[in-house]
């Protein structure tokens, strides 16, 4: 298997997932070495919750999946880069396609320049996802 | 200035650079408040380096800068996507556009799938950039 740096960062490196069709950020989430594992043997997105200690199957709770078409690995053997299917149409548990949702105005504000695609509230029990 | 939750990990959030023409992902450094502040006012792209413990303007070595085009913000205020533009056309210190160069080829092997832009040993005394 793909020998990742996790050293480097205590155990858990950066992973990216972009939407493998529009070139989209979806979203930034960390991998342990168990992630990383499964995330390779699956074929599914795995990321690591540092919120809740353990192991976190994307989409496991909202059904919004993240099937892997391409992995990228950068120079220094410490960030990754998921190119992937995102079931659902939206990554982010607060119903948006991406998490950067939000664009930077000025040097104060922060906008939403992204549609809305589910409804937080009707998709979970808890806040992440 | 739009704030941003640098204690959650520790000082330093995860910065993800991407060209804002093609949507290629080019890197992913890490920022400080300092980082961050130093971006938004200068308009170019700068990163924490943790190798060398400092502030690290993108390109200040090789002059390959990084034109902020757009800056969003995750759900969660802990990780940037800056929108640039790559002068000198590559991001990579090892002389490729992209760091995320190599993709995973089966379970096991790396492959090269991005062609060379330019000779870092023509660039760089060091090897950081």
Same mark, same amino acid.
């Given at each position: 298997? &793909?020998?990742?740096?996790?050293?480097?960062?205590?155990?858990?490196?950066?992973?990216?997932?972009?939407?493998?069709?529009?070139?989209? &950020?979806?979203?930034?989430?960390?991998?342990?070495?168990?992630?990383?594992?499964?995330?390779?043997?699956?074929?599914?997105?795995?990321?690591?919750?540092?919120?809740?200690?353990?192991?976190?199957?994307?989409?496991?709770?909202?059904?919004?999946?993240? &099937?892997?078409?391409?992995i990228r690995i950068d120079c220094d053997n410490d960030t990754v880069l998921l190119k992937v299917k995102q079931k659902g149409g939206a990554a982010c548990h607060k119903g948006y396609k991406s998490c950067f949702f939000r664009r930077v105005k000025g040097m104060d504000q922060l906008e939403i320049v992204e549609k809305k695609i589910f409804d937080p509230q009707a998709v979970y029990n808890q806040t992440d996802g």
């Open positions: 298997m &793909v020998e990742l740096d996790f050293d480097k960062t205590g155990g858990l490196i950066p992973a990216i997932a972009q939407d493998h069709e529009t070139g989209e &950020v979806l979203m930034m989430a960390f991998m342990s070495r168990e992630s990383w594992e499964e995330t390779l043997t699956s074929g599914m997105a795995t990321y690591y919750s540092r919120s809740r200690d353990k192991l976190w199957k994307k989409g496991e709770t909202s059904g919004h999946l993240q &099937v892997i078409k391409e």
